[in-house]
């Protein structure tokens, strides 16, 4: 029998042979007993900065041991993922995107027979990175292959986080196939997995070569230009490969993972009748500090211990006015990134290496925003509202993609800054102290400002004088809905299944990959 063992104490210089003893501790048996060993979780336990220690889980076979009478000790259940048995379908399903919600659609479909083509605007992983670093180092933009369009979608370009609040059972699926690609094996147990920026794409490339392997096909630099249909079906999608005649392929099924920035297609699916509506979102700016700052705050006399890393957070307040303020994706040991996809409009992201191991922690500080702020009427609202406050903060940094920044001090009494202090902001291709009131909107500086002071109280320093704000953070989520049933399919055109962030459905990298499986599944049980 395989059994599970939770609650663990392990110091942060415990060993392996120290949890082996442990668990066998909890089984009443000797530790040479145990055959096997395998760590389910770990995680860290700083509640006490005077005693931050880790808590894992552990599972271990062990006949000789019979099932105590211990809540923490239980049988263990071997995940396996099944796929759903089917025929295959009479034409080959298309996905549109190759974000994580595209990715997996297109991994599950593929993994059960179907030969899906995938139509991603942006280009491959290797391609892409040349863009991206141009980009980032003279401020020359490429509207179609950039931070958030080509292969991976946006999350390539971010931390490569995978912790997610969904309890879905998938989840396992996702972190498997990433491991099995390339990922490194932490993520299959850390209680907080994240890949990293310069291992997102060797993973990428793997679940990119499994695909190919089992018949997929990936067309790049190939944008989706209209979905054909007859009678309220889809019958077919139209696209183009960069400046090439427009082609058409005859499909019954459409995936749709256009991520959370795909704007021109919003519009083109909302004139072809495709139902949609605002969504809520947030929006802000990156806020920076010393990770030995963070550090300290998290981990007390215990920051720098090599077993602990860079330390991370979470903060989240309400207004009396009943804005919310929160901190997303945080990036510890990492660098606030240009995120920019339309010519002079600019956008910020934050993303990290695997080692983490970066001067500065970098997190977008968010006001959440909804239909009522946006300002006009109609699906695309809150995309005109992204749109102004990037072209202000284009302005604002004075054009090349130099960003708008500003010390917390200044921003917090409401002065521009003309220098920075002891926080050196890790934006490229160049920053400009100024005040950011010049960028956002009065509401959202003034819930920030008031989210900062409470987010002290709970994370000291987090207030620090130095710490710079880079604006404009716009991308937090999609600011649409695209509608569908339960079947996972448009009310206005069967055979489209909207799937991901990009409609609406998920908000990150795990999330949106699950969507991707359900909506491949929802696909494949249709031939069974």
């Known amino acids: 029998m395989i059994y599970r063992i939770s609650e663990i104490r392990m110091e942060l210089a415990g060993t392996e042979e120290d949890l082996r003893k442990q668990a066998a501790k909890r089984l009443h048996v000797a530790p040479r007993a145990i055959r096997s060993l395998k760590l389910a979780r770990k995680s860290v336990d700083a509640r006490k900065k005077d005693d931050v220690h880790f808590i894992c889980t ?36 298309v996905v549109v995107g190759f974000g994580p919600a595209g990715m997996f659609a297109a991994l599950i479909l593929a993994q059960a027979g179907q030969r899906p083509i995938v139509l991603e605007r942006g280009s491959r992983v290797e ?19 950039n931070v958030q369009f080509g292969e991976g979608g946006a999350g390539t370009f971010s931390d490569g986080k995978l912790n997610t609040g969904t309890k879905d059972p998938r989840i396992r699926k996702v972190l498997e196939e990433f491991a099995a690609a390339g990922a490194p094996r932490e993520i299959l147990f850390e209680a907080k997995p994240h890949i990293g920026t310069d291992r997102l794409p060797q993973t990428v490339r793997g679940i990119r070569e499994q695909i190919l392997s089992l018949g997929g ?44 920035s795909a704007r021109d297609t919003f519009q083109s699916l909302l004139n072809v009748g495709v139902p949609m509506e605002p969504k809520a979102f947030a929006v802000g700016a990156r806020i920076e500090h010393p990770q030995s700052l963070i550090d300290a705050a998290q981990y007390g006399s215990f920051a720098g211990h090599p077993a602990l890393g860079a330390a991370d957070y979470k903060l989240a307040v309400h207004l009396e006015d009943g804005r919310g303020v929160y901190t997303f994706c945080m990036c510890p040991g990492g660098q606030v990134v240009a995120a920019a996809s339309e010519p002079g409009r600019l956008a910020t992201n934050g993303m990290s290496r695997f080692a983490r191991d970066g001067q ?41 993609y130099r960003a708008p920044v500003q010390r917390v001090e200044d921003f917090l009494k409401r002065h521009a800054s003309d220098h920075l202090g002891d926080v050196k902001p890790t934006y490229r291709p160049g920053i400009t102290p100024c005040s950011l009131d010049g960028c956002l909107p009065g509401f959202v500086a003034d819930s920030m400002r008031a989210g900062i002071r409470r987010m002290d109280a709970r994370l000291h320093g987090f207030a620090f004088p130095d710490a710079v704000l880079t604006a404009v953070e716009s991308r937090s989520s999609s600011p649409v809905r695209i509608l569908r049933g339960e079947d996972g399919q448009s009310p206005a055109l069967f055979g489209l299944y909207p799937c991901g962030e990009g409609a609406g459905y998920a908000g990150g990298i795990v999330s949106a990959a699950v969507d991707g499986i359900k909506c491949a599944e929802r696909i494949l049980m249709q031939s069974c």
């Open 58 to 93: 552990v599972e271990t076979d062990c006949p000789a041991a019979r099932m105590p009478h211990d809540r923490r000790v239980t049988r263990a259940k071997p995940y396996r993922y099944e796929l759903p048995v089917c025929r295959p379908l009479e034409q080959r399903p």
């Open 127 to 145: 391609e892409r990175k040349m863009q991206v670093s141009r980009f980032w180092r003279d401020g020359v933009l490429n509207p179609e292959c």
């Open 360 to 400: 500065n922690a970098n997190a977008a500080l968010l006001v959440g925003v909804g239909p009522k702020d946006f300002g006009g009427d109609g699906p695309l609202a809150g995309v005109a509202f992204q749109r102004r406050l990037e072209e202000a903060a284009f302005r604002l940094g004075g054009g090349g």
């Open 217 to 260: 096909e990936i067309r790049f630099d190939t944008k989706l230009t209209a979905l054909l249909q007859k009678d309220g079906r889809v019958s077919g999608v139209e696209f183009r490969k960069r400046e090439e005649a427009p082609e058409r392929l005859e499909t019954a099924h459409v995936v749709l993972a256009v991520g959370h």
